[in-house]
C-alpha cells in the first residue's frame, strides 16, 4: 500500500514540475514604457490621435491611437497622458455630473485607418486565455470596454469595476468574446469610462493567464486524482 501511495506522490509532483515549467508567454499590448500622449479637452467630442512607438513589443503594432473626450462641452477638462510606463486619465468637473471616457486602440495607422496586427495573442505551451489589465490605481469606480477584431468582425466586453487606491488587475477572457479568434487579433481597443474627479492610473495591458499559481493547483488536483482511476 505504501508503494502504491509513493507512486501517485511521485506523479502528483511529476505533474507539478511540468506545470511550472510549462507556463504562458504574455504578450504585450502595451507597456506604456515608450511615447507620450499629452492631451486635455473641455469638449463632449472625443479628440484622437496617434504616435509612432520605436519598439513594437512594447507596443503592439508599433502605433498607439489614443483619444478622450468628456461628457459636456465647457462642463469640464478630461486629462489623458502617457509618462514613466503609466497612463494617467483623469477628469476634473466644472458642471457635474462631468466625467470622462478615455481609450487606446491598437491595429491602426496614424490615420485611424485598420492596419491587421494579425497577432497570435494565445500563444505559448500554455496558452494565454483572456486579457489582462494592470491597473496602480482607481479612485471611483470604473466601467471598462474591451474590443477585439478578427477578419471585419468585432465583439466587445464590458466589465464594470470597484474603486480601488491599490494596483489590481482586470481579467477578460477570450471566452467573453463572440466570433473572435484569439490566434488572429486585428485590432484592439480599450475604453475606460471614469467617473467625476477622478483619476485612474494604467500600468499594463497585455494577454495573459489570470493565476498561473491556480493552474499549478489544479495540475497537481488533477494528478493526485489519479489514484480513482480503475484498476
Not at 46 to 64: F, K, L, Y
Not at 133 to 150: G, H, P, R
Request: hydrophobic share 45%.
Amino acid at each position: 500500500m505504501s508503494s502504491i501511495f509513493l507512486r501517485y506522490r511521485c506523479a502528483a509532483a511529476a505533474v507539478c514540475l511540468l506545470a511550472g515549467a510549462a507556463v504562458a508567454v504574455p504578450v504585450n499590448i502595451d507597456t506604456f514604457n515608450l511615447g507620450s500622449a499629452p492631451v486635455a479637452v473641455s469638449t463632449g467630442a472625443p479628440v484622437a490621435g496617434g504616435e509612432v512607438i520605436a519598439d513594437p513589443t512594447q507596443t503592439i503594432g508599433g502605433v498607439r491611437r489614443s483619444s478622450v473626450a468628456g461628457q459636456g462641452a465647457g462642463a469640464g477638462v478630461s486629462t489623458l497622458f502617457v509618462v514613466a510606463g503609466q497612463a494617467g486619465l483623469g477628469t476634473v468637473t466644472i458642471v457635474p455630473p462631468y466625467s470622462g471616457q478615455w481609450m487606446f486602440e491598437y491595429g491602426y495607422t496614424m490615420n485611424g485607418a485598420p492596419s491587421d496586427l494579425n497577432a497570435d495573442l494565445a500563444n505559448g505551451v500554455v496558452p494565454n486565455t483572456g486579457l489582462l489589465i494592470k491597473m496602480i490605481s482607481a479612485e471611483y469606480e470604473y466601467n471598462l470596454d474591451l474590443t477585439l477584431t478578427t477578419n471585419g468582425v468585432s465583439s466587445t466586453a464590458g466589465v464594470l469595476c470597484p474603486a480601488n487606491l491599490s494596483p489590481h488587475d482586470v481579467f477578460v477572457p477570450f471566452s467573453s468574446f463572440s466570433g473572435i479568434n484569439p490566434h488572429d487579433i486585428d485590432q484592439i481597443s480599450v475604453k475606460w469610462t471614469g467617473r467625476a474627479n477622478g483619476d485612474y492610473v494604467v500600468d499594463w495591458i497585455l494577454a495573459d493567464v489570470p493565476e498561473p499559481a491556480s493552474m499549478l493547483l489544479l495540475a497537481c488536483a488533477a494528478a493526485i486524482g489519479l489514484r480513482r482511476r480503475p484498476r
